[in-house]
């Protein structure tokens, strides 16, 4: 029986003995949902933020608005910012954070519906991912979801366990 993506990643959490905290916006905690649904997750597990809205993202992630405004929500700078932010409010080893548009409705030509920003954090380098989803909402949330839990999943084979 293969092991789901959010098993293996709070497997290799607990074997190399890292924490991790995320914060959601167009999957609105399904990620968190996914990784609290594996016994002993709350050994690694921190906690996660969902700022659905741009005044949430502001006023918890300490987003700033200039860049809301500049960027728009579904920009690699606002995924940034959130994780930034997080990394401030919950002290883990990895962050996340994903902000996108699902649809079925508010895409336009230079924000369709399925752009999704991953941003991935650790000590204190970030890097940003741009997606390109297809599918309905459901489908979008789904796979940006579990894309962002193989960045973890990465992230960790790349990083050096905390010794006992």
Partial sequence: MNETIEKRVVNKLIEKKLTLSLAESCTGGLIASKITSIPGASAVF????????NEYKEQVLKVR????????????????????????????????????????????????????????????SYYVKELNLEGNRDEIREEAANILLAEIEKNIDLMEGKND
């Fill in 65 to 124: 608005k200039t860049t809301l405004e500049k960027f728009t929500a579904v920009s690699s700078n606002v995924a940034e910012e959130m994780a930034m932010g997080l990394k401030n409010i919950i002290k883990t080893d990895i962050v996340g954070s994903i902000t996108g548009l699902a649809g079925p409705d508010g895409g336009t030509d230079e924000i369709p519906v399925g752009r999704v920003y991953i941003c991935l954090g650790s000590n204190s």
């Fill in 46 to 53: 921190v906690g996660g933020i969902v700022t659905y809205t």
